[in-house]
């Protein structure tokens, strides 16, 4: 019934390409440790960066990291370093640069890397992306013994406006690279995420439909650490698929109680992205248990890999995705944002609007356009 849209096929294809890119990462492992492992012992900072989408897998990953290959690693978005480059970056900088870009020929993934490449002192680059024709891959064939490409299966370059595998590919493909010394015992992690996930998708995407029907005209995504960063994605995914008619926030659940609370109203939408650490749970359930009392919105959406222990009715629709307890966190967690892509591909329906291309006004494209980069 949906095939006929990309963005549906996208979205459901994922837990394939997981599997097609543990194979590509696999296939590289000895180039990409003996890659990381050389600037990590020259003292060089690693820097996750990419605009919109591709800058939130930084988001996201930062939080994961610690204890591996790219344990330290910061989040700086490309359009952050187009404008403050000077202030991120000096003379003494030794930066490796690890890329996300789907199509990698927006201007500020080109633009971002130029200036580090003039700003720092020292600059190598990991360019992780979909495109094998984009203007990033040209950099790197282009490149000297500095740029390592990691070109992912062409499915996931994306062809609808909103990246779906694209997102979950490159950041998966980054949690590898971090694990690169135990990809070989990883493998059965990443099928286990991948039948997980497929299984989820099947099972709770009618359901979905269902809550994307109501009549919401706001959304709010809340996560924990990682989860915060996978619930910027998922505010960003509604957001574009409906073009703005549902406006999303996303938080951290303690953070939302400083002011951030007030975007809730009758019109509200919550999805909530629960921690399967016990002790961050207690926080999440002291606001979940808040805002149901004191506020009466349009639905309360929980994801989850176990479920979990709250009151009866506290939920409209539990989402349990059930990827196994011994998946590292820095898998797992991608597998909760296809909630907020379903959500985003049935609203867009609803609003009688095409998921592929949302935006009647045009505010939007593919690849960002307009840009004019000063240096």
Known sequence: MFMEYNTWRE??????MWLKTYDVVYQMK????????????????????????????????????????LDGAKAIATTDIITEASALFNKDSKVLLISFARSGNSPESVGAINLVNRTAGEAAHIFITCNAEGK????ADDARHNTLLVLLPPETNDLSLAMTSSY?????????????????????QIEALSEATANALAKYSDLISVIAERKFTRAVFLGSGELMGVAEESRLKL???????????YDSFLGFRHGPKAVVSNDSLIVYLLSEDPDTRRYEYDLIRQIKANNNVKGYVAVSQSGTVMEPGTFDLSVIIGVPDNVERCYKSVSYVIVAQLLGFYKALSLERNPDSPSVSGNISRVVEGVTIYA
């Open 11 to 16: 979205i459901h294809q994922q837990p394939r």
């Open 30 to 69: 000895d180039q990409i440790a003996s890659f990381i492992k050389r600037y990590r012992n020259e003292g060089y900072e690693i820097v996750l960066t990419g605009a919109g989408t591709s800058a939130y897998i930084g988001d996201a990953l930062k939080w994961v990291l610690p204890g591996t290959l």
């Open 136 to 139: 990033m891959t040209a950099m």
């Open 168 to 188: 979950s590919s490159m950041f998966l493909a980054c949690s590898m690279m971090a694990n690169i010394d135990k990809i070989e015992e990883h493998r059965s």
């Open 239 to 249: 957001q574009e698929l409906t073009d703005g008619t549902v406006m999303c926030a």
